[in-house]
């Protein structure tokens, strides 16, 4: 079973702040996911990736496969970034589900 | 924003008495999922359907039973509901074409209470 590890669990910042969230897995995995939850419970997809980096406006996805290892880094923080940031993996086959992280709670303040 | 509703949003119920939660996809998808989200636990998996009458088991299966009798809708039922089902239920679902390499689309979640 694959063990999903994030890190910080809470995390406050000032308004503009470089943040990085961190999120380490014990098992290869198909492909790693970023996801946002909003203060009202919603939660939508940021990304997917299996290698290398990609980006979203200000929001940056790393992962290292060999250190089974992903980074989730958001430039010029803004309070509308408060949320928690939950990271998930995917084992491949035919079951396609997630394996979560307990999230990270951001909040960010003006 | 993916086409998923769930229903009810929020519904309290007594132990003992049998629940059962509606998700409703107008995407096509062939996988659908429930999850349930508790503090400290972050979201599990309870069952999953890969296709009409096709499903199986997740890691918190127990005391809870599924039926996809169309592709677009997805029942989960709590036969007898304990005070330990109380949480938030989030229905997902995904393309299922690419071995797990595919967004996931999330509803809007149901929170029950069981007293």
């Known amino acids: 079973k694959n063990e999903v590890e994030q890190s910080p669990q809470n995390l406050t910042a000032q308004e503009g702040e470089f943040i990085t969230i961190n999120c380490s897995y014990s098992v290869g995995i198909s492909a790693l996911h970023w996801l946002q939850q909003h203060p009202g419970g919603g939660i939508v997809s940021l990304f997917m990736?299996?290698?290398g980096k990609k980006k979203h406006g200000r929001l940056i996805a790393t992962i290292n496969i060999q250190e089974k290892h992903s980074s989730l880094h958001i430039t010029a923080s803004h309070p509308r970034d408060s949320a928690v940031y939950i990271c998930a993996v995917s084992m491949g086959g035919s079951q396609g589900n997630l394996i979560f992280g307990k999230g990270t709670k951001l909040s960010v303040k003006p | 924003d993916a086409g998923i509703t769930q229903s009810p949003r929020h519904k309290v119920t007594e132990t003992g008495t049998p629940v059962t939660l509606r998700c409703h996809q107008t995407e096509n998808h062939r996988y659908m999922y429930w999850y349930r989200q508790d503090p400290g636990h972050g979201l599990r998996l309870i069952h999953y359907?890969?296709?009409?009458?096709?499903?199986d088991k997740g890691e918190v299966s127990d005391g809870y039973s599924v039926s996809r009798s169309k592709t677009e809708d997805f029942l989960l039922t709590l036969e007898s509901a304990t005070s330990s089902q109380t949480s938030v239920y989030f229905c997902a679902i995904s393309g299922g074409t690419s071995g797990g390499r595919e967004t996931q689309y999330f509803g809007p979640g149901t929170r029950l209470l069981v007293l």
């Open positions: 990736l299996s290698s």
């Open positions: 359907s890969y296709g009409v009458k096709d499903t």
